[in-house]
Structures are given as structure tokens and as C-alpha cells.
């Protein structure tokens, strides 16, 4: 078992890194080149820039009961598929129950964004923000340890 972060714009990547450690479980981010990234724990992947790489190489990556923190919902969607966990940078979990009515609000946001050339701000995030993602990441974990890494001795 490992965590995988969707590091280009992810927040929450110091939390990650200390919960991580504390745990010992391995990480990898996957970065574009675009992104300046270093860590000594993580195994850090840079790829090229260029529309979904970037993801695609962290599905690539992803193996069944992993977790893939991202904030993307397609990113999600194809974790949640290859049997992994997938949890948001604001501390929740994508789950089989979920995903296709996000896959679906974001399908409908970006057609009403296209149609109508609006644009809403994303409010900046607070330290409240990352204490709630911390919060869940520890019980997620708490939660969830012994049946994820339960997984591994099934592959």
C-alpha cells in the first residue's frame, strides 16, 4: 500500500508527508515539470507538461488498495476503479456511491462555464481547510489501515 498525490496545485502535500511518516507508508507524487518539488521520504515522478500526463502516469502507478489523494474527480473516478481508495484535498472520501453524480456536477458545471463564459472564484484556502483534511486523513487511516493493507497479501 502507498499513497499517490496528484502534486501539481495539491495543498495539502506537508500534511500528507508528515501523516506518511508517521505511519510508514510510502508516497508518490506525480508532478509535471512545471512544478518545483523536492523531498527526501517521497518518491517525487516529474513528467511533461501536457494534458493529463500527469494523471495518467499516476493511475499508471496505482494498484489496488492504494490511496490517491487528488482533486480531480476523473482522477478519482479511475482510482476508484482499479479497486484503490481515492480522498479529496478537503478531507472527504470519493467512493463508488459519489463519483457519478460529481463525475456529472462537474460534466454540467464545465458545459455551463463553456456556454456561458462564467467563471466562479475558488475561495482560498484556510487553515481550517487543512486541519479538516489532516483530521480525516488520520481517521481515514485509522479507520481503513488493516483492510487496505489487508489487500496486499490478496495480490
Same mark, same amino acid.
Given at each position: ?6 502534486? %501539481?496545485?495539491c ?8 501523516i506518511?511518516?508517521?505511519y510508514?507508508?510510502?508516497?508518490v ?32 502507478h ?33 467512493? %463508488?456511491?459519489?463519483? %457519478? ?15 456561458h ?17 489532516e ?21
Amino acid at each position: 500500500m502507498k499513497i499517490l498525490v496528484d502534486a %501539481d496545485g495539491c495543498p495539502v502535500k506537508d500534511i500528507i508527508l508528515k501523516i506518511a511518516k508517521k505511519y510508514h507508508i510510502k508516497v508518490v507524487m506525480v508532478k509535471n515539470i512545471c512544478h518545483e518539488l523536492h523531498d527526501d521520504y517521497a518518491e517525487i515522478i516529474t513528467v511533461d507538461q501536457g494534458r493529463d500526463v500527469a494523471d495518467i502516469t499516476l493511475i499508471n502507478h496505482t494498484e489496488k488498495g492504494d490511496i490517491v489523494i487528488t482533486q480531480d474527480y476523473g482522477v478519482a473516478a479511475m482510482a476508484l476503479a482499479k479497486n484503490a481508495h481515492a480522498i479529496h484535498q478537503n478531507g472527504w472520501a470519493y467512493t %463508488d456511491e459519489n463519483i %457519478d453524480e460529481l463525475l456529472m456536477k462537474r460534466h454540467m458545471g464545465q458545459e455551463i462555464r463553456r456556454k456561458h463564459k462564467k467563471y466562479t472564484k475558488i475561495p482560498k484556502r484556510t487553515k481550517e481547510d487543512d486541519l479538516q483534511f489532516e483530521r480525516f486523513l488520520i481517521h481515514y487511516l485509522d479507520e481503513n489501515i488493516l483492510k487496505i493493507r489487508g489487500h496486499q497479501d490478496e495480490i
